[in-house]
């Protein structure tokens, strides 16, 4: 398991404490090894695609170093144990280092003021096993998570029919059907044969995506039975490619039955999470409420310039 920066602090400071100067990136392998990290633990990357999680660890384990005072910066982006860092390694325990640098950060770090809170006492902010990164990462998809809730409930509100329309919808703002004019179709209510929609895939409609849309309740699981029905009815189609889309979820012998199919005929079955997060990712009946941009350093425009 990835480390928090704060349990990477002590063993990067004694990394240091031969006095060599070092960076962020060269305490990756010593101290992947020490923590025991697999090759994919030390090369995992957020999410969201914003860098690597144990590099920005070690990265912020070390700004709280520098701030406590215990190591140096001779140049920007390198780290120097400090004369306080050594002495301090020699003659405390890890627990009284990290007492000592949350009090140091505390008293170092601007304090929000709030009508409810003596701000003197108030520590909470410095200490947290999250970096304001992955603080930020979580704010985002406990957003998301909420808004995903409301387009379940939303959904479900509606009249089965447009449901229906919504995921032709959906499919083509995922890009199927490409740039075929009218490519999604929703079908007959009274004559669907098991296919609420279809997705056209080129002009002439040889090639073409089935889809059946149910419109559950939470908890009402879609049945193998019912999977079973659709997929003979996209059998029948040339293309026998098809979608099972539903606002709860599937049975397990549902699931395992589509396993079995081993691709013949080719069906996705799409959950009530995975439906709104599609919906969410895609922006399908959603706007744009804010866009935070988060800057770093580019440490190769800062290191051209000549030092001090």
């Not at 070390?62 to 190591?71: D, E, M, T, W």
């Not at 009402?220 to 996209?234: C, D, I, P, T, Y």
Request: glycine share 8%.
């Amino acid at each position: 398991m990835i480390p928090q920066f704060e349990e990477i602090r002590i063993q990067a400071l004694k990394e240091l404490s031969s006095g060599v100067v070092m960076r962020a990136k060269d305490l990756r392998i010593p101290l992947a090894n020490h923590f025991g990290l697999t090759e994919d633990e030390m090369n995992a990357w957020y999410p969201s695609g914003n860098g690597e999680i144990f590099l920005d660890r070690i990265q912020w384990a070390l700004s709280y170093l520098f701030i406590a005072g215990l190591v140096e910066k001779p140049q920007r982006g390198d780290y120097k144990i400090s004369e306080k860092g050594l002495s301090m390694l020699s003659s405390q325990t890890v627990e009284q280092i990290n007492e000592f640098i949350k009090k140091t950060v505390n008293e170092k770090t601007p304090k929000k003021n709030s009508k409810n809170k003596d701000t003197n006492n108030d520590s909470s902010h410095v200490e947290n096993e999250q970096t304001p990164e992955e603080e930020l990462a979580d704010s985002y998809n406990r957003i998301k998570q909420n808004v995903q809730s409301q387009i379940l409930a939303t959904i479900l509100s509606k009249q089965p029919q447009e449901f229906e329309r919504l995921v032709v919808k959906l499919l083509q703002a995922m890009g199927y059907g490409g740039e075929v004019k009218n490519s999604g179709i929703v079908t007959k209510l009274s004559n669907d044969g098991g296919i609420d929609g279809i997705i056209k895939e080129d002009i002439l409609g040889f090639n073409h995506i089935s889809i059946q849309a149910k419109r559950y309740a939470i908890g009402n699981n879609v049945q193998r039975h019912e999977v079973q029905s659709f997929v003979g009815a996209v059998a029948g189609t040339p293309s026998k490619k098809g979608v099972f889309i539903t606002t709860s979820d599937y049975t397990k012998g549902a699931m395992e039955y589509v396993e079995s199919l081993n691709g013949t005929p080719t069906i996705i079955l799409i959950n009530g999470q995975q439906l709104t997060e599609y919906i969410y990712d895609y922006g399908l009946g959603l706007q744009t409420e804010k866009i935070l941009k988060v800057m770093k350093m580019d440490m190769d425009y800062w290191d051209a310039m000549d030092n001090a």
